[in-house]
């Protein structure tokens, strides 16, 4: 924060704000993310400006009310902003809702899109360069007269999930963004039908938060090239690959794939190359999960944790995943579906916790990814066929599933959340039927529970 005269001008009010931490508290946030934009910006010199400003506010609004949203996670951040732009939709219209940016102190990446601003700032007002001069003036001057009791209403999400329909985005695209990103598209070499892929790298990690904690979660990550299979595969059907991501350094190798990520990154391309794409082919992270906001089914691949994470995500009716296998060193075996459940729980995503429980997570094979490829390919394009062995198996499989809920009221790395949401989407047959041991549960445990 050196140099940061804005935020010395904030703190001239400490004195007055000595006897109330709360307000000291937002303070703070507020300084974090004066922070992250490096701002520099003496208000002293616009007092009356600002205060002329401020009191026509208050005369357009009733109550002028601040909400935090962290926005460190494409994953995290997406969902919470549809939730708000729902819920403040639904509000009284005397009531300003004033969105500020909200940052964990170990985190340094500041924004991880800032296109995600224009996008929801048709329906959101958020604090932004170009205004947060102003609101630091407020927030030194009437933070008393500021609405915080809803500051961490989204702190966490809730417990639903959002219906989208194939290909029709739940936050459309402006005449404007779609005249910018279209060209952008021929470019990249983008002329058929396409998917999206992402594999999971720990490189945003190592550069926005610290190395050993990259390192503690890489058993999220996999290899783009073990989508290999599957992408010749659908290029074999005239349907091309887009490699989507930010901070990948792992080379693609896999013939006809555009190199999105390394070649043509560009913010606004992260959503409309979503909205465009049949699917994504996707692993354990954020942005296979939002995808479906933007009318986009996803097929996750090498997921890990698996008992949490769904809070407010779209559904397509689509969506499907595999998991990692969890092989138990002391048990000698790979874990059932309802022992992975209760791991998933203890360790959530941590290789230091799967190393102290003898748990080694292998990764997903081409050809489990190639199999479950085809499998979201014909369910979208009508061609798959339920057979009498798939209804009985995914009845066993959802009877798991829900046995385990109802007997944990909250999981451990959501405990200080309200609720939480196991996957509401399939896991690919194809997988779950060459893995019949995940379905092998002692009855003991199901009967009765649901």
């Not at 609004?61 to 549809?82: A, D, H, N, Q, Y």
């Not at 073990?226 to 792992?250: H, P």
């Not at 199999?371 to 198996?393: H, L």
């Not at 939480?420 to 445990?445: G, Q």
Request: aromatic share 14%.
């Amino acid at each position: 924060m050196k140099n940061n005269y804005l935020l010395n001008d904030i703190l001239e009010y400490k004195t007055r704000l000595r006897k109330d931490d709360k307000e000291r508290y937002y303070i703070k946030k507020f300084g974090r993310y004066l922070s992250m934009l490096e701002f520099k910006k003496n208000f002293i010199l616009y007092r009356k400006k600002y205060e002329k400003r401020w009191r026509k506010l208050c005369t357009k609004f009733e109550k002028i009310r601040i909400v935090g949203v962290e926005f460190v996670s494409i994953g995290e951040t997406i969902p919470r902003l549809f939730l708000m732009r729902r819920d403040f939709e639904k509000e009284d219209k005397s009531i300003l809702n004033v969105v500020l940016p909200i940052f964990y102190e170990a985190y340094t990446g500041g924004i991880y899109n800032e296109k995600i601003l224009e996008l929801f700032g048709r329906d959101l007002y958020f604090v932004t360069k170009s205004n947060i001069d102003f609101w630091a003036y407020v927030l030194a001057k009437h933070a008393e007269m500021i609405d915080k009791r809803a500051f961490h209403q989204y702190y966490a999400r809730k417990s639903e999930y959002f219906p989208v329909q194939i290909g029709k985005p739940l936050l459309p695209f402006t005449e404007k963004q779609i005249k910018e990103a279209e060209p952008k598209m021929k470019q990249m070499g983008i002329r058929n039908e396409f998917i999206c892929l992402h594999a999971r790298e720990n490189r945003a990690k190592e550069l926005d938060w610290a190395e050993a904690l990259a390192k503690d979660t890489s058993c999220r990550d996999c290899d783009i090239n073990s989508y290999k299979k599957a992408c010749l595969y659908m290029e074999s059907l005239g349907i091309q690959s887009v490699r989507m991501g930010k901070y990948e350094i792992r080379k693609c190798n896999i013939p006809g794939v555009i190199d999105y990520a390394n070649n043509y990154y560009d913010e606004l391309m992260d959503f409309y190359l979503l909205s465009k794409s049949k699917f994504i082919l996707g692993s354990d992270s954020g942005l296979p999960a939002i995808a479906g906001f933007w009318g986009c089914p996803m097929l996750m691949t090498n997921m890990v944790p698996i008992c949490y994470g769904f809070e407010s995500c779209p559904n397509t009716g689509f969506d499907m995943y595999i998991i990692k296998k969890y092989y138990s060193q002391k048990e000698k075996r790979y874990l059932n579906l309802y022992e992975i459940l209760d791991a998933s729980n203890e360790c959530d995503m941590y290789n230091s916790r799967f190393r102290k429980r003898g748990i080694i997570l292998e990764n997903n094979t081409e050809d489990e990814i190639l199999e479950a490829t085809k499998e979201m390919n014909e369910r979208i394009d009508g061609c798959w066929v339920i057979s009498a062995e798939e209804e009985e198996d995914m009845k066993k499989y959802h009877l798991i599933m829900d046995s385990w809920k109802n007997k944990h009221t909250y999981v451990l790395p959501r405990r200080k959340c309200k609720g939480y949401m196991m996957p509401f989407h399939k896991m690919s047959y194809s997988f779950l039927k060459k893995n019949r041991y995940l379905l092998d549960v002692d009855d003991s445990l199901l009967e009765n529970n649901v």
